[in-house]
């Protein structure tokens, strides 16, 4: 399965990817998370990219597709039949169609456009909120999904910390930018008869319900 999550910052995609990815086991690829362990481990890229994320704006165009290109070459991702679970890409019109070449290429397109529906409001709260695992990237947030013991990741006991480019400022340049530039994908989608709207305004179980139902055909 060939699987795009659209949803604004905030909007819960890398919770739901992570549950995606462990029931139908497809490789999950968040360009956010290899963005960071490049930022974290100082390569080329993670140097260009840092400057974009922490002011909150989006990695040129440039940079992001060759390194999805890439990704989408390795082995997990042929092993699961050209599958996989996109999160955080594409976030422009002009990444949306270098994903349609590079399908087309690999003779696969997109199966499903999952497109998770929060208001705007609600966002400022969840990612101020957020809090990740610098171990196993888990994604916790500080009232609405608590770990057991607080500030520590229930599965590996590693100390979690705040994003940089979630302060408050930051965020709303990252929401402003969303309404600019990746919005449009939903009209982009539109008619493409894969596009799914699900209300990311439930509870987190819920959402994953809604998501089950659809990837199982049951809808
Ligand atoms: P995204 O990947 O779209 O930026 P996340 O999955 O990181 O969003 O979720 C943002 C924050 O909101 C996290 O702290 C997460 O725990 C919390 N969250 C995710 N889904 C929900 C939900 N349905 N209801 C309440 N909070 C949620
Ligand atoms: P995320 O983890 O998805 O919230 O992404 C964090 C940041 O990484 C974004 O604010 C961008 O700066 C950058 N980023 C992630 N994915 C993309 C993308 N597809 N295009 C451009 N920038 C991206
Ligand atoms: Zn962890």
Redesign the pocket.
């Known amino acids: 399965m060939r699987i795009v ?1 659209l ?11 992570s549950r995606i990815s462990d029931t139908y086991q497809i490789p999950h690829i ?1 360009t ?1 998370d290899i963005f960071r362990a490049n930022m974290k481990n100082e390569t080329p890229l993670g140097l260009k990219a840092k400057e974009y994320m922490n002011n909150g704006q989006l990695v040129p165009d440039s940079l992001v597709i060759d390194m999805v290109s890439d990704r989408l070459q390795q082995e997990d991702v042929k092993k699961a039949d050209y599958g996989y679970l996109l ?2 890409f594409p976030r422009t019109v002009a990444q949306a169609e270098s994903l349609d070449e590079i399908n087309k290429n690999n003779d696969g397109g997109l199966n499903f456009v999952i497109n ?1 529906e929060v208001p705007f409001d609600i966002l400022i709260d ?2 101020s ?3 990740i695992c610098p171990v196993c990237q888990a ?3 500080i009232s ?2 608590k770990p057991k013991l607080d500030g520590i990741c229930d599965l590996d006991g590693a100390k979690l910390f705040q994003r940089e480019d979630d302060q408050e400022e930051t965020v709303k340049n990252r929401i402003k930018v969303y309404q600019d530039q990746t919005e449009p994908l939903i009209d982009y989608y539109k008619d493409s008869g894969i596009l799914v709207n699900i209300n ?5 179980d819920d ?1 994953f319900t809604d998501i089950k139902k659809i990837l199982d055909g049951a809808n």
């Open positions: 999550l949803g604004p910052p905030g909007a819960g995609k890398g919770t739901q990817a968040s956010g999160d955080g998770l969840r990612i909120g957020r809090r994604t916790y947030h609405n999904n990311g305004l439930q509870h987190m959402v």
